[in-house]
């Protein structure tokens, strides 16, 4: 079936895409820290003062990778049942589970000596919802209680290199800046949508020596207005026009780094977030970024192996 002027080739590898789609089952329920348990421990509390730790980290992050999907009861029952099955070690309780999760240092990117950088980046911001009440009620009982902004940097092959949590009031372009700043070594190139045409986030690119590919609006002013750098681009989008300007820039390439990773921890680690407390609520939206890092880079590491 033809798809207009452009006919769409599907050139996926269908039996690796299958495969890695099992390895992320497989990923979800692997209770490692089972093997690593005493060791862990042991090095946790050494020259720990008051009482000592009786779960090791890896449990947690074990749980912190299930709950974007289950509530801290179901994860009990879960620890309960994995328990009965492997010589009934001590089970953590619900109220214990959300404290350490909640206490997690959710690092990006994911800690790997063997990870390389792609100095193509994108920034974009996406949001999450606070309750999982659908959109009658809202309308019906006038109640809005707004939604998380989630502002990401990350690179064409999916990978998250940091992540930004806010209100919905937080600036995009402000929580781009200080992203780049941190990761301007390993940065060439950088997209992003109209959003961040602007003469700070232009200019601050010139000093670190990234290459801005940027949507320029369509009422852009081609006055310098104190950027010359801006001026330049400006220039050159009026000149080639939207769809050569697209292709001379491979501005597609901006999906990859953003619209892809948002639907794809939407559709797997849900919308919305289950937490009251609003630093929470923050950390929870934060994590869904973390655990679909944490699991692509799983996946990536077994595929290499093999």
Not at 156 to 180: L, Y
Request: glycine share 6%.
């Amino acid at each position: 079936m033809k798809r207009g002027k452009n006919n769409y080739v599907d050139k996926r590898n269908w039996k690796v895409y299958n495969e890695q789609l099992v390895k992320r089952g497989e990923f979800y329920i692997n209770p490692t820290f089972l093997e690593t348990w005493l060791e862990e421990i042991n090095n946790m509390n050494t020259g720990k003062i008051g009482q000592p730790y009786l779960y090791p980290e890896s449990m947690i992050k074990f749980l912190a990778i299930l709950s974007p999907k289950y509530d801290v009861r179901t994860l009990e029952g879960i620890m309960r049942g994995l328990s009965k099955m492997n010589h009934n070690f001590p089970i953590i309780s619900y109220s214990q589970i959300n404290r350490r999760v909640n206490a997690l240092d959710l690092t990006f990117p994911i800690e790997n000596n063997n990870i390389v950088f792609d100095d193509v980046v994108g920034c974009d911001g996406t949001g999450i919802k606070v309750s999982n009440r659908g959109e009658w009620i809202r309308h019906k009982w006038k109640i809005r209680r707004g939604w998380i902004k989630v502002v990401t940097l990350a690179n064409k092959n999916g990978k998250i290199i940091d992540v930004e949590v806010g209100t919905e009031t937080m600036s995009e372009n402000f929580a781009f800046r200080r992203m780049i700043k941190s990761h301007k070594n390993s940065i060439g190139t950088t997209y992003g949508d109209g959003t961040y045409d602007t003469k700070a986030n232009f200019e601050l690119c010139r000093q670190l020596k990234i290459n801005p590919v940027f949507k320029i609006r369509k009422n852009a002013s081609s006055n310098a207005n104190g950027s010359m750098f801006r001026k330049g681009f400006v220039m050159e989008y009026k000149k080639l026009g939207h769809k050569k300007w697209v292709k001379k820039k491979r501005y597609g390439c901006r999906w990859l780094c953003t619209e892809v990773i948002y639907s794809a921890v939407k559709r797997i680690e849900g919308e919305y977030v289950r937490a009251t407390k609003k630093e929470n609520m923050f950390h929870e939206a934060k994590m869904k970024f973390w655990v679909y890092n944490k699991t692509n880079e799983a996946i990536r590491e077994n595929c290499v192996k093999k």
